[in-house]
Structures are given as structure tokens and as C-alpha cells.
């Protein structure tokens, strides 16, 4: 795994974690996921959005946070999606059971629609860590992928 911008974050590498940082208001690790796509596939969307969901589960179940953002310890975990295009209504009941699952493994999970102009709180209370921890990993959360596969159902 790396630090640093290789390649411009993106949902779509659905094997490595975009952005890491910390809140500064609220001291939450917070792993962002940039979705740029739009909806016209929505289940397709939501496949990849899974994927994605499930590398940021595993990299922090695992531990490897911890190995590679020390300043995680001890810290409460929110996923965060950002999304370029709002999600239409199956994609918005995606998200609905996705935070459902999350929150029952003890994490948060955020979304928002980032609109051009607008400052969005990452930007602003975020101490960022860009880049990609990535690359095919041979941890598992079985408990966890097991209940988000079926979301897309």
C-alpha cells in the first residue's frame, strides 16, 4: 500500500481507499469515497459502490488502518461517499441499507451530493490523506460482505 496520489481517486478502483483524514470538529477517522458516476445504470452503480463500501470495511476490520494512518487509533470510524450525481431512488435505498449495515458493525456512514461551488466539509475539516491504499487484499469480512451482497437485491 502506498501514500499519496498515484492516480486520481475514484469509486470505480474498487480496491483501494481514496481519501483518509480526520475530522477536526468531530475527531471521526473519516475514509471518503469519490463516486463520479451517474445513475443511468443503477445497479451497476451500486455493484461498484458495494465493492468499494466492502475494501473500506475490510481496511478497517483488518486493522490495516492502523498500520497505515496510525492517527486512527482510539478514534470512532464514518465512511463518507461523495457523490458527483445525486442517486435516484434504487440508489438512495442502497445507501439507506448500506448505513444500516455499517452502523450495525459500529462505523458511520455519511453521504452527500458535492455540487460545483460549494465547499464540502472535507475540504474544511479534514486534516486529508489522499491517495490509494490499495490493492488486491486477501482479508475478509464474511459477516459483513455477506449481508452488503445482497443490497443491490
Avoid at 483524514?21 to 451517474?38: A, F, K
Avoid at 451497476?44 to 486512527?72: D, M, R, W
Avoid at 464514518?78 to 462505523?107: K, L, T
Amino acid at each position: 500500500m502506498s501514500w499519496g496520489v498515484e492516480r486520481p481517486v475514484s469509486v470505480e478502483q474498487t480496491d483501494a481507499v481514496d481519501i483518509l483524514g480526520i475530522d477536526r470538529e468531530t475527531g471521526h477517522v473519516v475514509l471518503t469515497i469519490s463516486d463520479h458516476l451517474d445513475w443511468s445504470d443503477s445497479a451497476g452503480h451500486q455493484t461498484i459502490l458495494q465493492k468499494k463500501l466492502n475494501t473500506y470495511l475490510a481496511f478497517v476490520e483488518s486493522g490495516e488502518i492502523l498500520e497505515q494512518y496510525p492517527s486512527a487509533k482510539n478514534r470512532p470510524v464514518a465512511f463518507r461517499v461523495v457523490f458527483q450525481v445525486p442517486p435516484d431512488e434504487s440508489g438512495r435505498a442502497f445507501v439507506a441499507r448500506a448505513r444500516e449495515v455499517i452502523e450495525s458493525a459500529g462505523f458511520t456512514l455519511r453521504d452527500e451530493v458535492h455540487t460545483v461551488g460549494r465547499s464540502t466539509k472535507l475540504t474544511r475539516h479534514c486534516e486529508l490523506q489522499a491517495g490509494l491504499f490499495g490493492g488486491p487484499t486477501d482479508r475478509t469480512l464474511a459477516g459483513y460482505f455477506g449481508r452488503l451482497v445482497d443490497l443491490t437485491n
